[in-house]
């Protein structure tokens, strides 16, 4: 696809195709063929981040990745120092046992509007175990393991080399969107995109 016949805006927006497309990763949403991808680049500790999780991401969910016109793929970019970075690595350590949008989701619903949230391990932990992550000593050993650590810097790499310039940052089909901003502004580039892409 270059340009799309109907709105003469190239398919694929200014910073690339980033999309993985990989089948069976468990922190994307829908289908690998979808026609839209939005990457999320997070961080456990970003207050704006939280308010997208909470206020966005599930009518975004319902509206697009339900039928098929949108995949959502989770990017970690722990920049709120060694707690952002741990929380991160329990994200993978949660995904590596089939809980990672659980424990996406717990840890955001409890983040405080304004401020950076406390993330020490035993608090990751907890969320761990109360979103029902089968084995508590194999999640602390994933979270500190080379596995989480390398996919978490894969990550940041990935988004440092983009220029994210802070979270929540999102890329649509190429196309950056910054920050939490309403959800029409992600309906309206999602939209966009889906009309690129036809």
Known sequence: PGQSADTGQPAIGP?????????????ALGRTDAPVVMVAFSDYRCPFCAKFSRDTEQQLVDEYVQDGS?????RDFPIFGPES???AQAGRAAAMQGRFWEFNRAVFADSPE???PDLPEDTLVAYAER??????????????????????????????????PSTPAFVVNGHPLMGAQP????????????????
């Open 15 to 27: 910073l690339g195709d980033i999309a993985r497309r990989e089948e069976g990763d468990p922190a």
């Open 70 to 74: 949108l995949r959502i793929e989770w």
């Open 85 to 87: 970075t741990l929380a």
């Open 114 to 116: 304004r401020a950076h």
């Open 131 to 164: 979103v029902g992550v089968p084995d508590i000593a194999k999640f602390r050993t994933d979270m500190h393991g080379p596995e989480a650590a390398q996919a978490v810097q894969r990550d940041l790499d990935e988004g440092s080399a983009l220029g994210v």
């Open 183 to 198: 959800v029409a502004e992600f309906r309206a580039q999602i939209d966009q995109a889906l009309a690129a892409a036809r």
